[in-house]
């Protein structure tokens, strides 16, 4: 039997009064059919992503629209941008195992804006993640490239995460298969729960010679 509606929006309300990640003010949720509108407000950026991973999280969620405003504190300003990028400068800086002399940062009303190269994948998605819990940050655009230091073999890389995925007792299902092409890493087919999925791509996004993961893999499941 499928989850019905009013059960998902119980179990989303859960995780995120669960989630001690998560501050709001209010997040209101609407389901129809298994897909998800999320809206309210929240004081930080981080709260916002949170609320969303916390619904994927969720049995027979198909889809999500995150609606969530997060709050600016201050009247929009230049100086208040230019504070926003200080705070967002000394974050990074005090990160030592990320390599950023390479990255920009533009500030624009609480949108953040990133370019420039880093060494490796996981190195994007975490600054992107240390940005995002600071007050005024309204939305991220995370245009940083990996230069990596050698060259990628998709083959290496497609043997790593197999191996990693064996050792965390996620060996890929039948329907499932991962694709590497210059780098790219791409989830196809379905996956058996919204966790394994999680597990799948956080192996994927810290694999070695990585510059990007693609995920079109479903959740192959709605019992209960």
């Known amino acids: ?3 019905n509606d009013q059960r998902i929006k119980y179990d989303i309300e859960a995780a995120i009064e669960w989630d001690a990640a998560i501050v709001d003010d209010y997040i209101g949720i609407e389901v129809i059919n298994g897909w998800v509108r999320l809206y309210g407000t929240v004081p930080t950026y981080r709260s916002k992503l949170a609320a969303e991973d916390n619904a994927w ?3 027979g969620v198909k889809g999500i629209d995150n609606e969530i405003s997060v709050k600016y504190l201050l009247t929009a300003s230049e100086d208040e941008d230019l504070q926003l990028k200080q705070r ?20 624009n009303q609480g949108q ?6 880093v060494p490796q994948y996981w190195q994007k998605l975490r600054i992107a993640d240390l940005i995002s819990g600071l007050e005024n940050v ?3 655009s995370n245009g940083i490239l990996i230069v990596l230091a050698q060259k990628n073999n998709d083959i290496k890389i ?5 191996s990693a995925l064996l050792r965390s007792d996620l060996l890929p299902q039948e329907k499932f298969s991962i694709t590497v092409r210059n780098g790219v890493v791409t989830l196809n087919g379905e ?4 966790f394994a999925k999680w597990r799948i791509k956080n192996i994927a996004n810290n694999t070695n010679g990585v510059i990007d993961v693609l995920d079109q893999a479903e959740i192959a499941y709605e019992m209960i």
Do not use: C, H, Y
């Open 1 to 3: 039997m499928k989850k």
């Open 158 to 162: 497609a043997q790593a995460i197999n």
């Open 88 to 107: 967002i400068e000394a974050v990074l800086k005090w990160n030592t195992d990320l390599s950023t002399e390479s990255v920009s940062i533009e500030v």
């Open 112 to 117: 953040v804006t990133l370019k420039g190269f």
């Open 57 to 59: 999280a969720t049995r």
């Open 138 to 140: 309204q939305e991220i």
């Open 191 to 194: 996956i058996p729960t919204t």
